[in-house]
């Protein structure tokens, strides 16, 4: 995967990028991330990325010339990409958006806006605005990483073993049944029997019923846009009964 995340503060992405899964799948040419210092596409001594809103307001506004400037600069090597807009006013960032953007042929392009909102011109260079929330944070660098992280896992090779990635929350639909691993009891806490008897058909329908349990309690909103199977809608209907 190929990104380029302009920011005006490349160390935030080069720091997380040094450890962990992104470290190795940098190593092992899995990703290729570019971090692009607006700041060094301004014209004046001072280095202005900011100035005040026409209109007055509050707080100040990202110009849009240092963000041309840097998106002119990427495109003379004639990539193909796709230019992201991290912002509070776009589409929601989930699993199957994730998705989309590991199939994407193109090189995905971040735009991390900064302080009360960035000029609405800058919009003409965008094939997206994605949002990971519906909160507000400093800057986009953020949520820029987290969505490089979840691509990335979905890179063939970036994660040692594929099907912890299958297993994953939201890659079934379902958020994820419990895990537990040594010692078997804990502080008079018990692994369920289901988990050590070694019948793998057992265990995968105590999987299934309990990532199903974790959705109804926490998600279930999430039921709605998933395929049930017969065994899933019997599943639900004992979970149902054992709640009552």
């Not at 040094?18 to 470290?23: A, G, V, Y």
């Not at 707080?59 to 090597?77: C, Q, S, T, Y």
């Not at 042929?105 to 302080?115: D, H, N, P, Q």
């Not at 094939?127 to 990335?152: N, P, Q, R």
């Amino acid at each position: 995967m190929k990104c380029d995340v302009l920011t005006l503060f490349p160390d935030i992405i080069t720091a997380y990028l040094n450890e962990s899964i992104m470290k190795r799948a940098r190593e092992n040419k899995l990703l290729d991330v570019h971090p692009v210092n607006i700041r060094d596409f301004t014209s004046d001594v001072h280095r202005t990325v900011d100035d005040y809103p026409f209109g007055g307001g509050a707080g100040m506004v990202f110009k849009p010339e240092p963000i041309f400037r840097a998106m002119d600069h990427l495109n003379e090597d004639g990539e193909a990409r796709k230019v992201i807009l991290l912002s509070p006013r776009g589409i929601p960032f989930d699993q199957k958006k994730a998705e989309c953007f590991a199939g994407e042929t193109r090189r995905l392009t971040f735009i991390c806006g900064r302080y009360e909102g960035i000029d609405e011109r800058v919009k003409h260079l965008v094939d997206e605005e994605v949002s990971i929330g519906d909160y507000v944070m400093t800057g986009g660098e953020l949520a820029a990483l987290v969505i490089i992280d979840a691509v990335t896992r979905l890179v063939p090779g970036a994660v040692g073993d594929a099907s912890s990635v299958k297993d994953e929350s939201f890659s079934s639909g379902l958020l994820e049944y419990p895990q537990y691993t040594r010692p078997g009891e804990f502080r008079g806490m018990k692994v369920p029997d289901v988990l050590l008897s070694g019948n793998h058909e057992e265990i995968r329908q105590w999987r299934r019923k309990q990532a199903l349990k974790t959705t109804m309690k926490v998600r279930p909103e999430m039921l709605d846009r998933i395929d049930l199977d017969e065994s899933d809608k019997k599943m639900i209907s004992e979970i149902s009964s054992e709640d009552d």
